[in-house]
């Protein structure tokens, strides 16, 4: 892209599958997963999408490279992992393994700053596109449940792309 959109938010993870990612800027937007379900929330449009979760679900192995590289925990197992000391921390290059991964991504690479934080996501996709995200102002701590819920707001259009 000559012009890339940016756009600023926040994300919410708690092991080992829920997270929410709320989207700010011209094309807003909320994502939210509690691990049987995901939700996708486009205030503009007042419409919302539900994707079921489990039980073969096309979009589970979104939701788990989403869920594995969120976590860090058994990322050998689904990721070719290579590792490099930088200025001020540390780049890690995450290769998906499972073929199911590689649809969602090419690469995935996390920039790690000395206090063991991420600083920046550089997501390569299957189509050549990158999705470059950075991190800043992170605390560690509790995170209520009700984050990782979501009730479409009176007057929403809900759609089921998935058709389930």
């Not at 892209?1 to 092991?15: A, C, D, E, H, L």
């Not at 997963?33 to 079921?52: H, M, T, V």
């Given at each position: ?15 080992p599958n829920k997270f929410r990612r709320e989207v700010k800027g011209n094309s807003p937007s909320l994502t939210v ?132």
């Open positions: 892209m000559r012009n890339p959109s940016r756009s600023s938010g926040k994300v919410w993870f708690q092991p997963s509690d691990g049987r379900q995901l939700w996708i929330y486009y205030p503009g449009f007042k419409s919302a999408e539900r994707y079921p979760l489990g039980k073969g679900s096309p979009l589970d192995s979104t939701v788990a490279a989403i869920n594995s590289s969120l976590n860090l925990e058994d990322v050998e197992n689904n990721f070719q992992i290579s590792a490099a000391k930088i200025e001020n921390g540390y780049e890690l290059r995450l290769m998906p393994r499972a073929a199911a991964m590689k649809r969602v991504f090419q690469k995935l690479a996390l920039r790690i700053n000395d206090q063991l934080r991420v600083e920046s996501t550089d997501m390569l996709l299957p189509n050549g596109d990158r999705i470059v995200t950075t991190y800043s102002d992170q605390t560690h701590g509790p995170v209520p449940g009700s984050m990782f819920e979501f009730t479409p707001p009176a007057g929403t259009e809900i759609s089921t792309p998935l058709g389930r």
